[in-house]
């Protein structure tokens, strides 16, 4: 955390650079946004037969929340072979590159905001004491991305192969996690119901969108979210402990 020049300023170079020469520029980082928010979201309101302000901050914070996680994790499922000049040189410790995966996606998750805020403040159901509750809620999320980050770093710079499988993971993780549909429709006591409810995706989000949307947040997920957050630390502890000294012979 005291070297911020290289895990935050640079990820932000890098991102600026990769839209400098577009006509649009950085509003290509918004372009995903407006399209799941006001195209999808819109389209799946009437599918369902809902208002669009209702479900549109409904899929607005469920889509934000779910970038956020799947950026991170297929980030850091590469993010050591892609760096291995600055392994192998020594100079950076491996933390570095974690956090550099992590600023990335908050990056982006930031950059994304305003159109969610903006579908959020359109709400019916907007509750404000969730936002007093999400400033406790999203960093618990991003202390759970950080373990994540690092369990998958480690795993992608022994199995180049795990990069790949990420991508097929998130497409069922997408459809499996309650964006596009509510979680009301997967009650507890179901098969459907339970599969949605040992996905930690589902609970990482609705820790977040549950109280802004003023409905009620199960105990389960609280349960949940404090045995993965301790477990998942005392995890990547250990791998790190173990394998960190192997990752320049993996790269």
Do not use: C
Request: no cysteine.
């Amino acid at each position: 955390m005291r070297r911020p020049e290289f895990w935050a300023y640079s990820s932000w170079l890098g991102i600026v650079t990769k839209y400098r020469r577009s006509r649009l520029g950085l509003l290509w980082l918004v372009m995903p946004a407006v399209l799941y928010v006001w195209g999808i979201g819109y389209f799946f309101a009437r599918l369902q037969g809902v208002t669009p302000a209702e479900f549109m901050p409904h899929m607005g914070l469920g889509y934000l929340m779910f970038r956020l996680l799947s950026m991170v994790i297929n980030e850091a499922s590469s993010v050591l072979p892609s760096h291995q000049s600055f392994i192998l040189d020594g100079h950076q410790r491996l933390t570095d590159f974690f956090l550099r995966v992590v600023a990335k996606a908050l990056f982006y998750f930031i950059v994304a905001s305003p159109v969610v805020a903006i579908a959020l403040l359109r709400a019916p159901q907007l509750e404000l004491a969730g936002g007093l509750f999400a400033l406790v809620s999203v960093p618990l999320v991003l202390v759970n991305v950080m373990w994540i980050a690092v369990i998958i770093a480690l795993v992608g710079a022994r199995f180049p192969d795990i990069h790949e499988l990420m991508g097929s993971v998130f497409i069922f993780g997408f459809i499996l996690t309650p964006i596009l549909w509510y979680a009301s429709r997967a009650p507890m006591g179901t098969v459907h119901g339970t599969f949605m409810r040992l996905n930690p995706l589902y609970h990482l989000i609705e820790v977040v969108r549950a109280p802004l949307l003023g409905e009620p947040l199960e105990h389960f997920t609280l349960y949940y979210l404090a045995v993965f957050t301790v477990a998942g630390w005392m995890l990547a502890a250990l791998a790190y402990k173990r394998y960190a000294r192997y990752v320049p012979i993996w790269v």
